[in-house]
């Protein structure tokens, strides 16, 4: 999948009068600070100014590889240089390559993420993003890559954003492919993974916190006098960094009040909605029955709230229930559902300034990760007993 808000057609190296034509139309669209640079610089000039080969330049400004190894060192000593000199290529390829600031937007999503329902994150993402890109003229492209895929094989598998050349600016939602990660870092172009640590040299990882958003659920229901609690969590056995994190901040919360972990009472699923209605179903069957129930998703807590009511439970009398997400989509629910905030929109406006940050001034060459903080939302389906 692939979407953006306009399409160009790109000249290759041996373009066209009409090819020609159209890397014109695309060299006009740069911005107005960079109207004053010159066209007619030579690749011959560019070579001698930068102690290289025109074959080297060539490969470069072609993004081909004519079988010459060009270091990191060099393509950066050639592109300064062309920066300096005020050089812009015809192929609009070439100059977001020369002046990555100029380059479009693009979000990377994973082949086979649910946006909706089962991923409502990645939906919240999407929209924020979208908003948050500042220039009219360079919008947010969306596009899918295969998490399983090995880009460095060749040219063709990439992404088409990537492979197109028009984007400098990429934020990447979805679990980590490292051949992705470092086939970026070869063309020198940063990255802003989205919920996920990638430990890759160039890239930022903005995360949740979401062993800190589980304990102050948990911790939530302690203080207002709950013991028993029911957890919906994850698959059985998973290693998704999220739900080891998750049950991480439940384990917290129940030391911090001394009290210990019913295993009986952790719950294994989805985290869909229908994982919701199975655990209620299990949970009310057992003898003392929870008072209160913490799921690891906004979904599976919609799920307990509506098989409670359709078994005549009320909410939040006789069961407390909170989610986790904060999920507008489940805002029309009675009793409206208390939850903690994880924050999406937040994620991708900072994700946004981050990578535009790091395309003007360069990105560090260690991989970074940033926590956001996440925030409880009480409205009306938690009460004290």
Same mark, same amino acid.
């Given at each position: ?28 669209k ?21 102690? /290289? ?5 060539? @490969? +470069? *400004?072609? &993004?081909?590889?004519?079988?010459? %190894? ?10 300064k ?7 812009i ?32 994150l ?27 895929a090995d ?25 980590p492919n ?11 172009i ?7 640590? /990638? ?5 930022? @990882? +903005? *995360?949740? &916190?979401?062993?800190?958003?589980s %304990?102050?659920a ?37 030391e ?79 009793p409206q ?8 929109e937040?994620?991708?406006?900072l ?12 990105a ?22």
């Open positions: 999948m692939t979407v953006t808000s306009r399409k160009m057609n790109l000249p290759n190296e041996d373009e066209s009068s009409h090819g020609r034509a159209d890397a014109e139309s695309g060299a006009s740069i911005p107005k600070q960079l109207g004053g640079l010159q066209k007619t610089i030579t690749m011959a000039q560019i070579a001698k100014a930068a102690g /290289v080969s025109q074959g080297a330049i060539s @490969s +470069l *400004l072609n &993004d081909r590889d004519y079988g010459i %190894r060009v270091s990191e060192k060099t393509r950066d000593r050639v592109f240089v062309c920066r300096e000199m005020g050089y290529p015809n192929d609009l390829r070439a100059v977001v390559r020369m002046y990555p600031e100029v380059g479009d937007f693009c979000l990377l999503i994973a082949s086979g993420c649910d946006i909706g329902a089962r991923d409502p990645a939906f919240r993402m999407i929209g924020a993003a979208m908003g948050a890109v500042p220039d009219g003229a360079h919008p947010l492209t969306l596009a899918n890559y295969d998490v399983t880009y460095r094989v060749g040219h063709a598998m990439l992404p088409q954003p990537l492979r197109s050349g028009v984007c400098s600016k990429f934020l990447i939602y979805g679990p490292l051949s992705l990660y470092e086939t970026l870092a070869e063309r020198g940063p990255a802003v993974s989205l919920g996920h640590e /990638v430990a890759a040299p160039g890239v930022l @990882s +903005l *995360l949740f &916190d979401y062993s800190q958003a %304990r102050m948990v911790s939530h229901l302690f203080q207002l006098g709950h013991q028993r609690l029911g957890i919906v969590s994850g698959p059985f056995g998973s290693t998704d960094p999220k739900i080891l994190d998750f049950n991480r901040g439940v384990l917290l919360a129940h911090a009040q001394h009290l210990p972990i019913e295993g009986q009472n952790i719950i294994q699923g989805d985290l869909s909605i229908r994982a919701g209605h199975a655990a209620f179903d299990e949970l009310f069957s057992r003898n003392p029955r929870p008072t209160a129930i913490f799921c690891m998703s906004d979904a599976a807590a919609i799920g307990v709230l509506f098989q409670a009511q359709a078994r005549g439970i009320k909410v939040p009398e006789e069961l407390s229930i909170i989610g986790c997400s904060d999920d507008p989509n489940f805002l029309w629910t009675t559902l208390t939850t903690v905030h994880l924050p999406a937040e994620m991708a406006e994700a946004v300034a981050e990578i535009s940050r790091m395309v003007g001034e360069g560090a060459p260690d991989a970074r990760k940033t926590f956001l903080p996440t925030r409880l939302v009480e409205r009306g389906s938690c009460i004290a007993i």
